[in-house]
């Protein structure tokens, strides 16, 4: 990413979190739409497109596996969206989070990629039981989940 440090000044300005895949930090029920003007208000010569898991192109509010494209002049970065507690990329978390986690641990179904590492909400390594707690404590009310 030193290829285009403007790029970095951009996402390090509108409030998310990035690697060299992902981008996480976003919260449960964000608009594409106020990403898109944020980034903007930052760098008017970026484009970005969001498309979702599919490929089709995305507006209303971010899930699990959406897909960011963003580029300038000088260079284009592909991301999909990370949200931790969103298993099964519908954009909430609830009760279908819960059970997916449960499937993974108990070995019914296997989650990779983006999905594999929204299950391990605590980021402790493992998709367990104690992940399933923390869907249900936000779902609740309790605890949200950090993103």
Do not use: H, W
């Not at 978390?93 to 909400?121: E, M, N, Q």
Request: aromatic letters at 10%; a neutral charge.
């Amino acid at each position: 990413s030193c290829l285009n440090p403007q790029m970095d000044y951009v996402l390090n300005n509108i409030g998310i979190k990035y690697d060299d895949k992902y981008l996480s930090g976003i919260n449960i029920n964000s608009s594409t739409d106020s990403f898109i003007s944020n980034v903007l208000k930052i760098d008017k010569s970026v484009t970005v497109t969001i498309k979702d898991a599919k490929g089709n192109k995305k507006q209303g509010t971010f899930a699990t596996g959406d897909k960011v494209n963003i580029k300038n002049s000088l260079e284009e970065r592909n991301y999909e969206v990370l949200i931790y507690g969103d298993i099964n990329g519908d954009g909430k978390i609830d009760k279908l989070d819960a059970s997916a986690i449960l499937r993974a641990f108990y070995k019914y179904t296997t989650y990779d990629g983006v999905y594999k590492v929204a299950a391990d909400i605590n980021k402790d390594g493992k998709i367990d039981k104690l992940d399933v707690l923390a869907v249900l404590r936000d779902y609740y009310g309790y605890a949200k989940i950090s993103q």
